[in-house]
């Protein structure tokens, strides 16, 4: 054993590295009875909160109406002490005890160990009613004895209190349970779609970590997680897209610079062996035409790429479009120099003005500008007019066309058709895919007919004053 590791045969494909994922698995029993016990707890919280507060709320109320309510027994029980001698009094009382349910008392008014403004109400001849177990007081007039009625309360009165749980206990307790058990049914319901949802994003999170680009999040089964399962699907298809196209281009330009590589090469090799001053000129000629080749490439690889990775912003500019676009025509015009390269703005109107970004567009232009003046015979016509808020520009050449089976393709990056439109004519497929992506940037589209002329028509169409999103 040498301690290296095992290289694969020649030609196998070398195993892909998965990555390991230590995310875990959601529990639904933890979500529903961590969300029980949340929204339960606050919820018997807030009622016995509320019940405090109402309870405080009418504690005067409650006790007027207990005044005004006791007044005439309280009464009636300090005319029968009145009508026996006051030595009698504890005696008598104690005979009325037997025959109420709450209890009966006298005591000293200087005995009484009560707050200030219950005794106020005392001296004043009023019923004070004491909070801790609703206990009366009333003073016995010009006696100097205070009559005590009760507890009322059957919590502080142990001759109201039944065997066992009171009755207001058990009634709460119940009352309680069958809340408890309603909600829970309720939450289960509403939890157990969110646990599928998010197990569900959980896997489909999980798979594309492992390097399944392919993994798309099943529907969302609540509304909550429906936009955040939107947002994860074009996540991925964004990703993917753009991992599709890295390696689209990766694949396309190393293949695109073999030719002109393999020709600086051997023009290097042949100018060490030229003679001729005509014969090294044609050489170097030959290696600035290959550099220049290159420079394009790159150029052009790196802008589809930039339009590829994310959406540039808009940066429109209201422009006069029919000066703008013959501008643009006259700049090319010196690449045809033996051709008819005609502008026909007849159709538009007087004076229109068109918002576009100032960068992008005359690439658009300048691209279905260039493939007509390598593709065309003789003629070249660039019109344009208005459809609705629409504008729409037609370049036309009579070149051989382009089949209608290739028309959608060749927008794809580095297509080129067979026969004329080929490698021969120079080029590398990406001017027509950056142009559709121009359009698509201006909220338009990209599209190629039959021309009048006799070959093809590229049609370009963009509101004249495109959304700056």
């Given at each position: 054993m040498t301690g290296t590791e095992p290289q694969p045969a020649e030609g196998a494909e070398p195993p892909k590295r998965r990555l390991r994922w230590r995310g875990r698995r959601y529990s639904l029993s933890k979500i529903f009875f961590n969300f029980y016990l949340l929204v339960m707890g606050t919820f018997v919280a807030i009622a016995f909160f509320a019940d405090a507060l109402i309870s405080t709320a009418l504690k005067g109320i409650t006790d007027d109406y207990a005044r005004r309510f006791m007044r005439g027994t309280i009464l009636m029980i300090e005319e029968d002490l009145f009508r026996h001698p006051k030595y009698s009094w504890d005696k008598r009382?104690?005979?009325?005890?037997?025959?109420?349910?709450?209890?009966?008392?006298?005591?000293?008014?200087?005995?009484?160990?009560?707050?200030?403004?219950?005794?106020?109400?005392?001296?004043?001849?009023?019923?004070?009613?004491?909070?801790?177990?609703?206990?009366?007081?009333?003073?016995?007039?010009?006696?100097?004895?205070?009559?005590?009625?009760?507890?009322?309360?059957?919590?502080?009165?142990?001759?109201?209190?039944?065997?066992?749980?009171?009755?207001?206990?058990?009634?709460?307790?119940?009352?309680?349970?069958?809340?408890?058990?309603?909600?829970?049914?309720?939450?289960?319901?509403?939890?157990?779609?969110?646990?599928?949802?998010?197990?569900?994003?959980?896997?489909t999170a999980r798979a594309l970590g492992e390097g399944d680009l392919a993994a798309r999040s099943p529907g969302a089964q609540s509304k909550l997680f429906a936009p955040l399962t939107d947002t994860l699907d074009g996540m991925a298809e964004q990703i993917q897209r753009l991992i599709a196209t890295q390696k689209e281009l990766s694949s396309a330009i190393s293949h695109e610079l073999r030719t002109p590589i393999a020709r600086l090469r051997f023009a290097s090799e042949m100018m060490s062996e030229a003679n001729s001053p005509e014969e090294r000129q044609r050489l170097n000629t030959m290696m600035e035409n290959d550099l220049e080749e290159l420079d394009k490439l790159i150029d052009s690889s790196l802008t589809y790429a930039r339009f590829e990775r994310e959406t540039p912003l808009l940066n429109l500019t209201r422009v006069d479009f029919a000066e703008w676009l013959e501008d643009q025509v006259d700049s090319l015009r010196i690449l045809g120099r033996d051709m008819d390269l005609q502008l026909d703005l007849s159709q538009l109107p007087d004076n229109l003005s068109v918002s576009l970004d100032k960068k992008h567009m005359p690439q658009a232009i300048s691209n279905l500008l260039r493939n007509a003046l390598k593709y065309g015979k003789q003629q070249i016509r660039v019109s344009s007019h208005c459809e609705g808020d629409l504008i729409v520009v037609h370049v036309d050449d009579d070149g051989i066309g382009i089949p209608t089976a290739e028309r959608e393709r060749i927008f794809s990056a580095f297509t080129r058709l067979d026969r004329s439109r080929d490698r021969a004519t120079g080029g590398y497929g990406l001017g027509l895919a950056i142009t559709r992506r121009v359009m698509e940037l201006h909220g338009g589209t990209a599209s190629v007919t039959d021309s009048p002329l006799g070959g093809a028509r590229f049609t370009l169409a963009w509101p004249q004053h495109p959304a700056a999103d």
């Open positions: 009382i104690r005979l009325l005890d037997e025959k109420f349910a709450y209890r009966l008392a006298i005591e000293e008014r200087s005995n009484l160990n009560l707050p200030p403004p219950l005794l106020e109400q005392i001296d004043a001849g009023n019923i004070a009613i004491h909070r801790d177990g609703e206990v009366m007081y009333y003073a016995l007039r010009k006696s100097g004895q205070v009559l005590v009625v009760g507890p009322l309360s059957p919590s502080h009165n142990p001759e109201l209190q039944a065997s066992g749980i009171p009755l207001e206990i058990r009634t709460r307790l119940l009352t309680w349970s069958v809340i408890g058990l309603l909600f829970a049914v309720a939450l289960w319901f509403w939890v157990r779609p969110i646990w599928r949802d998010l197990e569900a994003l959980r896997q």
